[in-house]
């Protein structure tokens, strides 16, 4: 099985700052991964698509980069609503997986 | 509008059945493939159960590979995980997730339902 490693778990943040997230895959998975946003008592939303692709209605201060094994996404003057929990997940095996999340609070 | 509704949670008592349905609505589901994904409370989400459009084919993640058995029925745009042997660890919100594919946007879950709780205990 494909697992992909997220880091950090949690982390907070200023508007203003710039914010990193990093996916790490056991093996490469070419481009197939994705990052969602999670809200508490809401359906996950997709964010990024084919690790760089913004999905259409996410703000472009999200972006997403990387290829075979390591992505990160960036949020770039990150907003109070951006407060919320990140996942990365790979789509390349016929099994997919989530990363372990970061949780991101905007102060 | 396109939309997912996932029912069917509640409690049931350890090593005992459920069955979760996934209702879909605004789109024929049975064009695309079809995933349930779960959450732990307080913990991540898990990716569980993957269909393909007719139901003939599906994967599995270890933790309740034997156990689980999705399924689907198109004529009533409606997929079902179907939960045996139920454990204190498979309690949690139970959600369902269409997959889009492009050749050149790969795979990804586009649309998800608000998720349906199911807690195991006796």
């Known amino acids: 099985d494909i697992q992909v490693t997220q880091s950090p778990s949690s982390l907070s943040a200023s508007v203003g700052d710039r914010i990193t997230i990093t996916c790490r895959a056991s093996?490469?998975?070419?481009?197939?991964l994705n990052w969602y946003q999670h809200k508490p008592g809401k359906a996950p939303k997709l964010l990024i698509y084919?690790?760089?692709m913004l999905q259409s209605g996410v703000p472009s201060r999200f972006s997403g980069r990387g290829y075979g094994t390591d992505f990160t996404l960036t949020i770039t003057n990150p907003q109070p609503e951006d407060s919320a929990t990140y996942y990365c997940?790979?789509?390349?095996?016929?099994?997919?997986?989530f990363g372990q999340g970061t949780k991101v609070e905007i102060k | 509008e396109v939309q997912l509704v996932e029912s069917g949670g509640g409690l049931v008592p350890p090593g005992g059945s459920l069955r979760l349905s996934c209702a879909a609505s605004g789109f024929t589901s049975s064009s695309y493939w079809m995933h349930w994904v779960r959450q732990v409370p307080g913990k991540g989400l898990e990716w569980v159960s993957r269909?393909?459009?007719?139901?003939?084919?599906?994967t599995y993640a270890d933790s309740v590979r034997g156990r689980f058995t999705v399924s689907r029925d198109n004529a009533k745009n409606t997929m079902y995980l179907q939960m045996n042997s139920l454990r204190g660890e498979d309690t949690a919100i139970y959600y369902c997730?269409?997959?889009?594919?492009?050749?050149?946007?790969?795979?990804?879950?586009?649309?998800w339902g608000q998720g349906t709780l199911v807690t195991v205990s006796s």
């Open positions: 269909t393909n459009r007719d139901g003939s084919s599906a």
């Open positions: 997730a269409r997959e889009y594919y492009g050749i050149l946007a790969g795979h990804y879950s586009d649309i």
């Open positions: 093996q490469s998975i070419n481009d197939y």
């Open positions: 997940q790979q789509s390349y095996s016929a099994e997919w997986a």
């Open positions: 084919a690790a760089s």
